[in-house]
DNA sequence: TATGAATGAGTATTCATTCAT
DNA sequence: GATGAATGAATACTCATTCAT
């Protein structure tokens, strides 16, 4: 198998193989990010080389070296492009004019998709265990700030009557706990999409087991 | 700082060095695989080396080896470990007299507990990534049988009324992911105690966000 | 810091960045040696990389190569430039008309001063190891010149009484060798001179340890 | 040419491969320390790769590793091992009853004797470039003990009049500029014999050029 | 039983060098 | 003239695994 044609049965398309040479260094670094955010969710982080990436994207290794610095930046890097979604759930649903549970559902919503997404395993394994000490503050610095920013919404929820009185901390995590699990289970190729799962895991946390007469 | 006092300050026995020689193979092949749950738990499975696990007991690399065949072996043994509590849950639940939901309720709180256990992170990170077809196939196969038997505990309740109308198959991911998380961010030292937190996040999944009238 | 800064900060002009712009090659050519000269002086060679002396002279790493050829290019003319000042020395003790002893002392000053000029280092160490076959030989053959041509000065010497009767080898090998280990312990922030160090030299070569009465 | 013959035709016996098995650690990683020390002075320290020394041993890479830390850690070691015949001098010179000049020769010779054995070129080149804070910390030290040292013994024999009264810190330099760069032309096979140029060298720094009458 | 010793295989990273623009 | 982009080759270091003792 050539790589040309491991490129195409990925059926992912590369910014280095599209006839005319396209220079967009940007979309060049996204291309590999992309394809790292793939290769770390199908085998894993340690499991995968540098020359898996590469070999993706039918280029060399070193080449990767020129849009990052390192593998653990390459981690980092998936990381923070799943983020951009979350952060434009939250700034919906601080614009928008619902009250708590209303404005927690279009987070979740938005924190569903994220995960579901190619850059969710990343976002959801990215951890101190594999990154210096510096990338492991960020990182549990943005995590801690996500789950402050729903604790925060599940307060005004009950502070509206919008939702019940309960342990905010306990709640979200396990509200955090069931969509981040969803990196673990949801691929593309699913029949669920993904805006489905997000709703239908919103209605249970919303109603709960117990019927309601 | 010696590999003995290494041992002690970690706070865990070793029947290696416990004064009088221990003879029992079964009770050293439990020490090695509780040292190696908490070293995975710790530093992940790809960040431990078979030298740290043996330094933790204070005995060398080829030791293990004695007890256990590989080390994807020791990590299977660590998830099967685990297993343990959770059968213990169903069967439980299968004797009670309960409801749907009582019975789930009895199963989702072993299967906490195990979560929260020192094998609960190998539980939930044993992965296909790690292992070889064969145990990928075991450990599917019995993730699988948990997860049907969780589901079919979900249709009982519905049928018996004790249960809201809903999918049960999307109920049982989001009530496993949010138990499974728990290996990601509960330690033993925690304030709340293992049995406090499967009883709030019991709470949360059968009341749901939305207050009842 | 920029670039730009990071040149200023080295305290070196760079012909790339001197207001008007100077299209003189041979300039340019110059100021490459010479930052390699320094960069391998500080770093060593191989610590060395051409990243390293482009940013030095705020240039990109290919532009270098339109100046010289190689890495090790780079090193044989940094030997190259500091010979210029040995040949001179030599140059200079054939037109003066004093004894070998006298003409020897003019030869050991310019040595001296060359070892100790910023290309001093690279004379010094540019060794058969790093170079190809070619480039180690004319640098043996250069090398074995001066050295010939010193004990060529010293058996002037002993001739017409000037230099005490020794073994003019050995003592070509001590002369150079401590005038050589100049390199590696002065810098021209050091409070003493070069000029000084040459003559203090000198004067302990001539007159030895033993006190005469 | 297979492992065994490049052994042999490097003439250095291996304790791996003397037909009964050594089982002798500090036996075996000497022979590791030589044949780095070997290595590197013949080819430089950049130019050896580990490879290379484990295959002078007849012997994989990773067990170097098991008899050393590191590349650095070998320089260094090779550094030490030089070391010791100085150490030696110095103690000699100590328990001798000689004038400071006496002692001095004493010290030289020992000295030019280490730096012509096969780990001189270590000694001489152990750089701060090439060696982490720590070590070239270290290096740094013994070094400036032992100028130090022959600073002391030069004022001695000025004090009591044996050597001239010269500079002793410029003195001691020159001297020990001449004997290390005994490391960069002699070796073994040479005609002349270590002791014989030490020897002739210490006759030179003693006497000078200039003839006495 | 336990271990000292050894190794094969793998992998991140660096860097001199090239070349089309 | 200068550079952005790419790469081939090299190399230190790690680690699971084996085996004779």
Redesign the interface.
């Known amino acids: 198998m050539t790589q040309q044609q491991r490129t195409v049965a990925a059926g992912h398309a590369s910014p280095w193989h599209g006839g005319r040479r396209r220079r967009d260094r940007a979309l060049k670094r996204d291309a590999v990010i992309r394809a790292a955010a793939r290769a770390f969710r199908e085998?894993?982080?340690?499991?995968t080389s540098l020359d898996d990436i590469a070999a993706a994207l039918g280029v060399t290794k070193p080449t990767l070296y020129y849009y990052v610095r390192n593998k653990q930046d390459l981690l980092f890097e998936c990381f923070q492009a799943g983020l951009a979604g979350i952060g434009a759930a939250f700034d919906e649903a601080r614009r928008s004019h619902g009250n708590g549970?209303e404005r927690?559902r279009i987070v979740l919503r938005g924190y569903a998709l994220a995960i579901a997404s190619e850059f969710g395993w990343c976002m959801v394994r990215a951890?101190d265990?594999?990154l210096d000490a510096a990338m492991s503050a960020r990182i549990r610095a943005r995590k801690g700030e996500i789950d402050r920013q729903i604790r925060a919404l599940?307060q005004q929820?009950t502070a509206d009557?919008?939702?019940?009185?309960?342990?905010a901390k306990?709640?979200a995590?396990?509200?955090?706990?069931?969509?981040?699990?969803?990196a673990?289970?949801h691929r593309e190729s699913e029949a669920?999409a993904a805006a489905d799962?997000a709703d239908?895991?919103i209605?249970?946390?919303?109603?709960?087991?117990?019927?309601?007469r």
């Open positions: 085998r894993g982080y340690h499991n549970r927690l951890e265990q594999d599940i929820g009557g919008s939702i019940r009185d309960c342990d306990i709640t995590f396990a509200i955090a706990g069931a969509l981040n699990w969803i673990h289970w669920l799962i239908r895991f209605g249970f946390f919303e109603d709960g087991l117990r019927p309601r």
